[in-house]
């Protein structure tokens, strides 16, 4: 049975996609291609990058993103605690209201550490 | 089986009747009274209009409001690739946390064209 | 079978223990703490302070946040009316991007009168 | 010298004014309208919902709606106590970048003081 | 003496050119460069899509933003009541917290149409 | 004569006098220990602490807040080139209706190197 992990990154790759085959949109397409840039290593080193697009998505609020860049952190050798002190500035920048994404974040998290022992 | 577009509207429907039912809350229901009126022709014609609520819920990032829009554009007739088009200005100007709501966007946009075909 | 509020409950309660038990992160906990603290009587009655929490989590659009304060007012016997008029003010403040919330919030409010008559 | 409080005054009734004499803008007008309404005494009372407009407009950071129910709520005799803990509150659910509001906030607050002195 | 528009020019002018002018930064050239493109004609002709900017920067509450689609659509010759039908639709879905950045947006138009007389 | 680094922080320090001086808000206070708290040496060094809370201002679009993370930012030597790329990061993910932050934040940068010089 496909766990949280693999069920977002089924339904991300299978609309990226679709999203990148629709000819229309060319400025979609060229952020989607930004997108992939502004995190390789630069001034700063992808971990810092990766931490910086995490809390970003957090104070957002945006749930997808936030589980992309755990995924990401994750594959980069980020540990849980650094990964939660970054999500802890998030959560005093953006408020209480970030906790019920903190919560989705400790999930997914643990999904990520769930499929690591397979 | 009902597709993404009956589940959202039998939803809508249903507890829009019981908000407006409900004699309490005159300021929810003139605010509905108002958002039926806004998206009338004007100055404005109805597709920029609609072009207008739709880029508007994507920055703000309101999937129901989304597809809401998208629902109404495709009635009046607005094409795919004016949609899109509009949608990579809000992702532009809302950056790429807009991302996640234009994949739930495209599945949308093709539930509405399937229900076409039928 | 669990309804709406009995499954919020459950999700809030095996998470926020998860968070709590992670001696990694003592911003997260204290902000936690503070969060039970601000809610307590002061110059302000709780219920005033639940309605404030009420309004701020509905205009920055946290369904779970007003799923929290929803069941807190009820349970300080505020009356539907008052919510609802408070949630009014919600939407004019917020705008039409509130509607979908408060949609929610009319269902939950709706099972927590339902756990009521059992 | 005109102090914060009458230079905000000032200015938004010009606007205001120019605003409501336009001819072309129904919707805006019709907000306007709502906006006197839903701040009327109802199930909730006039304090109540003056605290419950600057809660909201505190989390999302609006200077000039927050002078305005600082204002009102001024008028009404709520205290300054009461006011600061909405607004801790406000800072509590919103996060720290509520902060710099609530410095100004302060700052208007004592200029409402200042005037009652003349 | 300089009017708003021609202070808001100024200061964007010599700002965005330090930025550009900043050898570090490509991410951000890129995202100026899109910026460009996407009011472009496509599917969508160019006034549309200055409406469409404007909408998308006042509900997200960017007063800078605003001034800049607003200069942009009066020199494509969008009128006043078009301008402010967009401008209605984007208070009535991002609530009376845009109305501060409505009497800014007028009071920036009445400095377009200023200048025009000179 | 002051430049904006000084009247920055001459605003501040005299504003949070007096909110810390205020005996009534105690959750306001404790807010702000924590704030100082959670940009402390911990499993993430200082450094990228500074660049998560600039980075976390600059998308919730808070001009004190940047200001006040590049200020510390500068006194822990963090390069410019540094700075931009996190803030590069920080455009991309909130969008074009960052860039007007993106001005003020190089305009105040070149203060805080202007008063280096002195």
Known sequence: MPNKVQEFNNYRTQMNEKILNDDGNKIIKRIFNLDTNAYMAGALDVKTKELLGLVASAVLRCDDCIAYHL????????????????????????????????????????????????
Chains 1, 2, 3, 4, 5, 6 share one sequence.
């Open 71 to 118: 995924e990401t952190a994750h594959k980069q050798g980020l540990t849980k605690v650094e990964v939660m002190e970054a999500l802890g500035i998030a959560t005093l920048v953006g408020g209480t209201i970030v906790i019920p994404h903190l919560r989705r974040a400790y999930e997914f998290w643990d999904a990520l550490e769930e499929n690591d022992q397979q």
